[in-house]
């Protein structure tokens, strides 16, 4: 191993005194800043298919090395899950993701808000169905309703989207009230 430059080697003084480690900033508090894991979290929230960790790297803006340490962190909070070793890509965990907006709901609202809210949703669905003339947004061929009620494509398949976003909440609401059913409304308030 060849000698640094000799203005690169501590001198006499230097070697007698150790460096201060704990003055030094955390490694891993340099890359796990909010805005660090935020990036990395909203790159992997984006993903539509599996993702090697350079393209991961790259949708965050952040280097190979903080992306290997975010997805090992994501996957064993179950936020993605590996799909392959070599080259190791990652994918998002939907499943996480909806468990956790029912978290978010079981915190945010009343049992009663959550009925409510399901009641309404219900309601439009309904109205779908009737509108779309079948039971489920799945029946429906966009060019083919588009066709036959002589609107554009976009305008059919954005009352489509509506009627599978309202499908979703509908979801999501029954499973935050089945996953509540042994909660009063009185023990949890609206944050």
Same mark, same amino acid.
């Given at each position: 191993?060849?000698?640094?430059?000799?203005?690169?080697?501590?001198?006499?003084?230097?070697?007698?005194?150790?460096?201060?480690?704990?003055?030094?900033? &955390?490694?891993?508090?340099?890359?796990?800043?909010?805005?660090?894991?935020?990036?990395? +979290?909203?790159?992997?929230?984006?993903? &539509?298919?599996?993702?090697?960790?350079?393209? @991961?790297?790259?949708?965050?803006?952040?280097?190979?090395?903080?992306?290997?340490?975010?997805?090992?962190? +994501?996957?064993?909070?179950?936020?993605?899950?590996?799909?392959?070793?070599?080259?190791?890509?990652?994918?998002?965990?939907?499943?996480?993701?909806?468990?956790?907006?029912?978290?978010?709901?079981?915190?945010?609202?009343?049992?009663?808000?959550?009925?409510?809210?399901?009641?309404?949703?219900?309601?439009?669905?309904?109205? +779908?169905?009737?509108?779309?003339?079948?039971?489920?947004?799945?029946? @429906?061929? @966009?060019?083919?309703?588009?066709?036959?009620? &002589?609107?554009?494509?976009?305008?059919?398949?954005?009352?489509?989207?509506?009627?599978?976003?309202?499908?979703?909440? @509908?979801?999501?609401?029954?499973?935050?009230?089945?996953?509540?059913?042994?909660?009063?409304?009185?023990?949890?308030?609206?944050?």
């Amino acid at each position: 191993m060849e000698e640094p430059d000799p203005e690169l080697q501590a001198d006499a003084d230097e070697r007698e005194s150790a460096p201060d480690f704990d003055a030094l900033t &955390d490694p891993q508090n340099l890359v796990r800043g909010e805005r660090t894991r935020d990036d990395f +979290f909203d790159a992997v929230l984006g993903l &539509d298919s599996p993702a090697t960790v350079g393209d @991961i790297a790259d949708l965050a803006g952040h280097g190979v090395d903080a992306a290997r340490e975010y997805l090992d962190w +994501f996957e064993r909070m179950g936020i993605v899950t590996q799909v392959t070793e070599s080259p190791a890509t990652y994918e998002r965990n939907d499943g996480y993701l909806r468990w956790r907006r029912v978290q978010q709901l079981q915190t945010q609202y009343t049992v009663d808000e959550l009925l409510s809210a399901l009641e309404t949703e219900r309601a439009a669905d309904e109205e +779908f169905a009737v509108t779309f003339g079948v039971d489920s947004p799945s029946d @429906i061929s @966009i060019t083919e309703y588009a066709s036959a009620t &002589d609107q554009p494509v976009a305008d059919a398949w954005e009352e489509l989207s509506s009627w599978q976003t309202t499908r979703r909440r @509908i979801d999501l609401l029954e499973r935050a009230l089945m996953a509540d059913s042994g909660t009063s409304t009185d023990e949890r308030t609206a944050v």
